[in-house]
Structures are given as C-alpha cells and as structure tokens.
C-alpha cells in the first residue's frame, strides 16, 4: 500500500467509519481509573465498534483484568516492545475499526465525545481527531504556582491550543485518534520513542501525528476542543520536582523527534507557543503579583524554570548526552507508591 493510495478508497466509503477504542494500562495503581475509562466509553452515545484493553507485560493485571471484564470488552496481551508505544500498536493490531481511537488508562470520556469525533471525520481529508484534555486536580483545585500554560506536563490541553475546531500539528496522548489504514500506512508508532514505566521520555504522538500527515497532499490532522476526556492527576504529579523532571524529559524527547524528522519539523509548533503562549502568561504573572496576588511569583517561576530545563534537554538531547542527563533524572526520582492490589 502506497501513501496516496489511502485517500481516495476511503473518499468511495459510504456512512461514518466503526471506531474501536484502545486503553493501555501497566500497573494495578489505577486499577479504578481503567474501570471508570472503561465504562465511560460504554456509555457514549453511538457506542464504539469495540473497546480494546491492553495490559503492557503485566501477568498478575492481565489476569485479573481478563477476570472481570464486562461483556464486550476485548482484552489484549502487549507481545510488542514493552511501554506505551509497543502497547498501543498491541491495541493497533487487533483493532477491526475504520479509527483507532487512543484513551489514557487514567482518562475518562465526556458525553458526545464519541459523536463529535465522529462529526470530523465526514471530511475525508481528516485522517486524525483529536480533543480537549481537562485535568482533574487533586482536591479539585489547581495549584496556584501551576501556569496553564504547561498544563502539557500533567498530560493535559494547555493555554494556546485552538479554542474552535482547527487544523494542528499533533494531538496529546490521552485523547486522539487516527484513521487505521492511515496508521498502517506509516507503520504505527516508534517503539523506541514511547513513554514506558521507568523512561519518562515521550512524544511519541508527536512523531506519529508528523508522518501520518505527510501521508498525502491535503490531508488533516483536526483539534476539536467539543471532543473532551477528562484526565486524573495525580498528586506526586503536582510537585516542582515532578514538573521540572517532567520539562527536561519532554526537552530530551524532543531531540529525539528532531533526530527523527527534522529540527523544523520536531520544533514548529513550540517556537511560536514560547514566543507567544509563554510571553503572555508571564506578563500576566507580573500583573498579577503588582496587583498583590503572590502566587504569581510561583508561576513566574515556574514559567522560567520550565522553560529552561526543556531547553536544557533539547540542548543535552542533540549534543548526545540524553542518556546520561536521564540517567541523573532517575536517581534523584522519588520511589513509586506501592502498587494497589486489585479488587
């Protein structure tokens, strides 16, 4: 199958495609958040073609997700790579759905998400979907020193992302899909970018969303903030020493994407977010703080030193030090909660 051959089949197709739904999932941690991601989907109204659950070489969870399973919910054993990459091509290759669409373990959907993503895809020139990421904060509240503008550290939208339906480079992990014949048409994810259990490296959708849109003259990668998932964060995740490590790893995995497809490629979208997006928001920190709000230094603060350890990765990253700058992240990465046993 060629790159172009795609488009025009699918122009010939009649009614809108079957979408299947993948979750990966790795740890019995968010054993709870899989089930309400789960039965979230269920709900939606059209319902997905399938829903597909991948456990990421975890016996005991694969065991016990198997076992309690509602009817109609397909499990599946990621055989592939192990991480998020090898997990979601698992998800790829057992998928029979005209749109694979990808859900984050700690997600859940909102009502009409399914019918939105749907909506987009009546343009034939759309080859992926993708949408709102709301955050849940721990508490109910956002930290005061957290800017929205690096919302993208918890996994979430972030100030500057389109706030109407609009074409953009790529989509965040935890609310996106792809046509399939598109996907199998670049080969799916790179299982060496991929985020996995003990490598905070990511932007792998990054690097995917860029090949599948070279995928043909014309085609669309569409940004509908209607099309909504919620997302979990966690309270480790709301930590300084989180957002920093998470900001250089993001610098890292950027270089890596640069390597792949090119510096202009891999770094479009963030020259503009941090001459405009960033600019703004710390401008906005120094007001706040003149007109007697404190919190704004937090967010100044964390406005310059995240931008300054993604900075530094990328630097590390190209110059071939990501291994060892990564290395350092993790010995000084506090130890992981005990897992959860599963109900």
């Known amino acids: 199958m060629t790159h172009t051959d795609v488009a025009p089949r699918r122009a010939q197709r009649q009614g809108p495609p079957s979408v299947s739904v993948v979750v990966c999932c790795y740890t019995f941690d968010r054993w709870a958040q899989v089930r309400r991601a789960v039965e979230s989907l269920r709900a ?5 073609a399938e829903v597909i659950v991948v456990v990421d070489h975890n016996d005991e969870l694969l065991a016990a997700v198997r076992a309690a399973a509602p009817a109609g919910v397909r499990i599946v054993d990621n055989t592939r790579a192990k991480g998020l990459a090898g997990a979601r091509n698992a998800g790829t290759a057992a998928a029979s759905g005209d749109v694979v669409a ?3 373990d700690d997600a859940w959907v909102a009502p009409g998400w399914l019918a939105g993503m749907l909506a987009a895809y009546r343009d034939p020139a759309v080859v992926g979907v993708g949408g709102d990421v709301a955050p849940e904060w721990p508490g109910g509240a956002r930290p005061g020193w957290f ?3 690096f919302d993208w550290v918890v996994g979430c939208s972030y100030e500057g992302l389109p706030t109407a339906p609009a074409p953009v480079r790529n989509f965040i992990g935890a609310n996106m899909s792809f046509r399939r014949d598109a996907l199998e048409a670049v080969g799916g994810f790179s299982e060496g970018v991929g985020r996995s259990a003990t490598a905070p490296l990511g932007c792998e959708e990054t690097e995917l969303s860029i090949r599948v849109a070279g995928i043909a003259p014309g085609t669309v990668l569409r940004y509908d903030p209607a099309v909504q998932v919620h997302h979990t964060v966690s309270p480790e995740r709301t930590r300084p020493g989180y957002f ?3 900001c250089l790893a993001e610098g890292l995995s950027k270089a890596v994407i640069a390597g792949m497809v090119g510096a202009g490629a891999a770094t479009s979208t963030e020259r503009t977010y941090v001459r405009v997006v960033l600019a703004g928001a710390a401008r906005r920190a120094v007001a706040d703080v003149a007109h007697g709000d404190r919190s704004g230094l937090g967010r100044l603060a964390a406005l310059c030193g995240g931008l300054a350890a993604t900075a530094t990765g990328f630097a590390a990253g190209r110059a ?12 000084r990465r506090p130890p992981s909660p005990a897992a959860v046993v599963a109900p």
């Open 44 to 48: 939606q109204q059209p319902a997905p």
């Open 147 to 149: 800017p929205a503008a």
């Open 102 to 104: 990808f859900l984050d």
């Open 320 to 331: 071939g030090m990501g291994r060892v700058v990564l290395r350092a992240v993790e010995r």
């Open 244 to 246: 920093l490590r998470r």
